[in-house]
């Protein structure tokens, strides 16, 4: 089935005016109706949690409503309301395919919106390969650092082999685990290294963890994150690179009930790849991780130097 991966997340929010603002100030354009694009036109929307029009919420904290999936075409849509109506209730309306996995998460599936992206990512200058011309700047002053497609979300679930299981019916693979939490799993109409990752908790922790928009390289990373954080924005956890996927991140708190990442330059891979599995645990997580810190100038000591 080709699903190529997220068009859209829905959220009920507590707190509609501070998720709004949250969002712009992350880098999403507001398009109206309180949907916030990315470049390529996927988004984040929002709702009040007590809206009527949305899914049910799960009995959890969490704030996702529906998961809202783009396929490559009418026939693809075809096949999947065809296989979910194997053993569930689905419904099909204005050219949306709807039900619900077997962890409670809504899922809605559309023919996708996104929209073709022509932009330079970040070139790299290293010995035996410059991928710049001469007197082409690394970094023009005029960097953006714009959001440019929705990468992938994170769920917490109460059972990530009946989880996982449920996707792999819709032509989803594991690329990557880490054993006893959850997999790294890729639709087949992507060569991302993943657009879904699950960990395994407790019941009560069901939802999502988090969800990322991809950038256009490590520095785009960096200066989007340092830009959130001179916003007031805390940072939760990065700036750094993961080994699974190879991506660089940046995650942060938000107001949507979950973590926010910024990330770029994941791993690209085709039917070829063998997964790898590996234990959880920093290592394995995260090749290096910094901290953000106020920026300082070589003018004299730095800060904390003996003296």
């Known amino acids: ?36 694009e990315a470049l390529d036109g996927t988004a984040i929307v929002l709702r009040a949690k007590d809206d009527a029009t949305l899914p049910p ?9 529906e998961t809202v999936y783009g396929v490559a075409d009418n ?8 296989e979910l109506r194997r053993d569930r209730e689905v419904s099909r309306r204005d050219g949306v395919v ?29 010995p035996g390969d410059a991928q710049r011309a001469p007197n082409q700047l690394g970094l023009p002053a ?13 769920y917490f679930v109460p059972d990530a082999a009946k989880a996982e299981a449920f996707y792999q019916r819709l032509g989803f693979v594991c690329t990557d685990r ?29 939802g999502c963890e988090h969800f990322t928009f991809h950038m256009g390289g490590p520095t785009e990373v960096l200066l989007a994150g340092t830009r959130f954080v001179e916003k007031g924005y805390q940072s939760f956890w990065g700036p750094g690179r993961h080994r699974f996927g190879s991506n660089w991140f940046w ?45 300082w100038a070589p003018s004299g000591p730095p800060p904390g130097a003996a003296r």
Request: hydrophobic share 40%; with cysteine.
């Open 98 to 126: 709807r039900s619900v996995d077997d962890m409670g998460f809504a899922l809605a599936f559309q023919v996708t919106v996104r929209r073709p992206l022509a932009i330079p990512s970040e070139r790299v200058n290293g």
């Open 178 to 206: 880490f054993t006893g939490v959850g997999p790294f799993l890729r639709p087949a109409g992507t060569q991302d290294h993943h657009t879904l990752f699950m960990i395994q908790t407790p019941p009560f922790m069901k």
């Open 142 to 154: 005029d960097v953006q650092a714009l959001p440019r497609t929705l990468s992938h979300v994170v």
């Open 251 to 295: 995650y942060f708190n938000s107001p949507l009930g979950c973590h926010v990442e910024y990330d770029a330059d994941m791993d690209l891979h085709d039917e070829q790849w063998a997964a790898r599995e590996a234990p959880m645990g920093a290592d394995a997580s995260q090749l290096f991780l910094f901290q953000y810190r106020e920026k």
């Open 57 to 65: 919420p799960m009995a959890t904290a969490s704030l996702l409503r």
């Open 75 to 82: 026939a693809t849509l075809d096949a999947i309301e065809t």
């Open 1 to 36: 089935m080709n699903i190529i991966g997220p068009d859209a997340l829905v959220f009920g929010v507590d707190d509609l005016p501070a998720c709004r603002q949250y969002l712009i100030d992350y880098g999403l354009k507001d398009v109206g109706h309180d949907r916030y």
